[in-house]
């Protein structure tokens, strides 16, 4: 990977998909000596966001899209917004996992239709560190929702999208977190 991250006609990314949920996340934080028994509320559901999303590696720059389900469709669709931001005249390499909807064969055509500009690169099996993108999904959470109460699953989509906002643009916060140098 390190490879065609210095190929100058090479625009690298990395893919993957998260599931954001309204029962929030509970994480170790700090509380005034004052405050005896802290609570924090926690809603009683398993709803959640789910989100494709991808990173260039060189630029920092961020791509994603809320759906309702992960299948060969949704993916197909996201692969097509991905390729508007491609870069002019670079090929797109995008390293992403080995879910099932990334091998289907619906994605045969446009996969040969977008040969000369798109290649996907997967990872081993069961091999999430490598893949950057986890990273900015480690960092959402802890901005948007860790030790967060949402009342309902709308509040999620909105903190995270209010998140997402701030990296529409390449930026140095995800260059530098995801960044090969």
């Not at 990395?14 to 996340?25: I, N, P, T, V, Y």
């Not at 509320?41 to 991808?54: I, L, Q």
């Not at 390293?95 to 000369?116: G, K, S, W």
Request: overall charge positive; charged content about 25%; glycine content about 2%.
């Amino acid at each position: 990977m390190h490879r065609l991250a210095r190929r100058k006609d090479i625009e690298l990314w990395s893919l993957d998909e998260c599931h954001f949920q309204q029962h929030g996340s509970r994480l170790r934080m700090w509380v005034p000596p004052e405050v005896k028994d802290p609570i924090l509320r926690h809603a009683p559901t398993r709803k959640s966001v789910a989100c494709f999303g991808a990173v260039s590696l060189s630029t920092g720059k961020f791509v994603h899209a809320m759906c309702n389900v992960f299948n060969a469709e949704t993916f197909k669709d996201f692969l097509k917004k991905l390729l508007r931001h491609r870069s002019h005249g670079k090929r797109m390499v995008v390293v992403l996992d080995n879910a099932r909807y990334h091998h289907a064969t619906m994605l045969t055509p446009m996969l040969r239709e977008y040969r000369a500009v798109l290649t996907l690169l997967f990872l081993p099996p069961y091999s999430p560190q490598l893949a950057p993108i986890e990273r900015v999904w480690k960092l959402v959470r802890r901005i948007a929702t860790h030790n967060r109460y949402f009342a309902t699953l709308s509040e999620v989509l909105q903190t995270v999208e209010t998140c997402f906002d701030r990296w529409r643009k390449a930026n140095p916060v995800l260059r530098r977190l995801c960044g090969i140098i």
